[in-house]
């Protein structure tokens, strides 16, 4: 499978604790996204990367939150200190400069979070 | 600010109608994009259309079409002949046409279409 690969594909955790959720890209994609969607609402942009270097934050993502992306390739996005408000589908998505100018991104499954 | 719109919580239709899904959009910025999206119940957002904010043109793909309307901003979308297949949650996107600025793309709500056999 070459598309957009999220692990794990489903967290629960205790209110407090930390996460990591890993997205893999497309291979020769160069530009990484993640986004979270709440239940029945759109997606909405957390940060992006091109290559390592990290370009862009949403002011949703708090103090809490951190995205790296290492050596350009795979991305991790990790949470301290969970609150239930932070319940929610992680997304992630690729894409090469041509595409992304144009917005066209490819998305894998999401990594689902449960904080109880 | 950016803000997209779909009015539109939910939509039921029977197998082989035609649907439109509305999408209202507010932007300053007199370049930008606007998309469809695709979300099955798998989750992942599959692309589907992009327009180009002096394209008003309307395009059809297949089953799908699109009408872009500047004046009302407005960009819907239409299935013809639905399947049960088109049973997804659809979003529609926008996002400024940027030289090294923002590349979020801001999203609605979505809309969620069950085609029934």
């Known amino acids: 499978d070459t598309g957009v690969s999220q692990d794990p594909r489903h967290k629960i955790t205790k209110r407090g604790q930390n996460v990591t959720f890993r997205c893999d890209p497309i291979s020769e994609h160069n530009r990484l996204y993640w986004y979270r969607q709440t239940l029945g609402q759109g997606p909405e942009f957390l940060t992006y990367f091109q290559n390592e270097a990290q370009l862009e934050k949403s002011r949703l993502l708090s103090d809490r939150f951190s995205a790296e992306r290492p050596k350009g390739s795979f991305s991790t996005l990790e949470i301290q200190r969970t609150e239930q408000g932070d319940s929610a589908m992680y997304l992630c998505?690729?894409?090469?400069?041509?595409?992304?100018?144009?917005?066209?991104?490819?998305f894998g499954e999401g990594s689902r979070l449960t904080v109880l | 600010a950016q803000k997209v719109t779909q009015a539109q919580t939910e939509i039921s239709v029977v197998e082989k109608e035609d649907v439109t899904l509305d999408c209202v959009y507010e932007t300053r910025d007199t370049t930008y994009y606007l998309f469809w999206y695709k979300q099955p119940p798998s989750g992942e957002l599959v692309f589907l259309i992009r327009?180009?904010?002096?394209?008003?043109q309307n395009e059809i793909s297949g089953r799908y079409s699109w009408n872009f309307q500047k004046s009302t901003s407005s960009f819907n979308f239409t299935i013809t002949a639905s399947q049960v297949v088109d049973s997804a949650v659809y979003f529609c996107?926008?996002?400024?046409?940027?030289?090294?600025?923002?590349?979020?793309?801001?999203f609605g709500k979505g809309t969620k279409l069950t085609v029934n056999p």
């Open positions: 327009r180009n904010s002096f394209d008003e």
């Open positions: 998505a690729s894409s090469y400069p041509g595409l992304a100018a144009t917005g066209e991104l490819f």
């Open positions: 996107a926008l996002r400024p046409e940027t030289q090294g600025g923002s590349e979020k793309l801001v």
